[in-house]
């Protein structure tokens, strides 16, 4: 059961460049989780953002959820060549606030 | 450092063989998850834990077993009835089962069938 979806599949850009991808998703949430996964690599946790609140920052990340529209942006700015990376949006059954579900992640190239 | 390793990185099972994936994490979290991953795909959940010596089927449990007979330790066990268990498994943990909580992965065991 698919709950988060990703687009684009795969993204490639210029160092130096801004990098967006949206996550969409079917049910309401409490929270929407994004992840990062290098290549062969386990998930990294990137940032968390409430149902409650619309836009997060970490660094060059900036979030935004869009509860209306039931979905998510993440944004890296100034992209580097070790952003390079599969990233994942990861959503919980608003009922229930348990297990996430995960989309099948977009695939981000930054070439030097 | 606190964190969650997993073991073997590369594991071949032959037919009919059952094979035990090893996670164990140093972080005090209660709860624990084993993941399974395609080529292209996302992370689809095989068993999870909430708390020692209880356990929950995910979406995926067919083929798979588990045991959590202590915090730290939640293995994976492949059996032989599991017919395609080529993937790449990923186990994580986090401090409360609530998804108002980040969770931390380790760095997977790649099966493929010999």
């Known amino acids: 059961s698919q709950q988060g979806e990703e687009d684009p599949q795969a993204l490639s850009i210029q160092e130096g460049e801004n990098a967006t991808m949206n996550c969409s998703y079917k049910t309401s949430i409490n929270n929407l989780q994004w992840y990062r996964q290098n290549s062969g690599r386990g998930l990294v946790h990137l940032i968390l953002?409430?149902?409650?609140?619309r836009e997060k920052h970490s660094g060059r990340l900036r979030v935004t959820l869009d509860t209306s529209k039931k979905s998510s942006s993440l944004l890296i700015t100034a992209s580097r060549a070790a952003d390079t990376a599969s990233y994942f949006c990861?959503?919980?059954?608003?009922?229930?606030?348990?297990?996430?579900?995960f989309g099948k992640g977009t695939k981000l190239s930054v070439k030097p | 450092d606190g964190g969650i390793t997993q073991s073997p990185k590369y594991l071949f099972r032959k037919e009919g063989q059952n094979v035990t994936l090893s996670c164990e994490q140093n972080?005090?979290?209660?709860?624990m998850y084993w993941y399974r991953q395609d080529p292209g795909q996302g992370l689809r959940l095989i068993y999870y834990?909430?708390?020692?010596?209880?356990?929950q089927k995910g979406d995926i449990a067919e083929g798979y077993s588990v045991s959590r007979e202590k915090k730290e330790s939640f293995p994976l066990t492949v059996t032989s009835a599991q017919k395609n268990p080529t993937a790449f498994y990923l186990c994580a943990s986090s401090i409360t089962k609530y998804s108002n909580q980040p969770q931390h992965f380790g760095d997977g065991t790649r099966l493929s069938i010999l």
């Open positions: 972080l005090n979290h209660d709860a």
């Open positions: 990861a959503t919980d059954y608003g009922g229930s606030q348990g297990n996430l579900i």
């Open positions: 834990s909430q708390i020692v010596n209880d356990f």
């Open positions: 953002i409430r149902s409650n609140e």
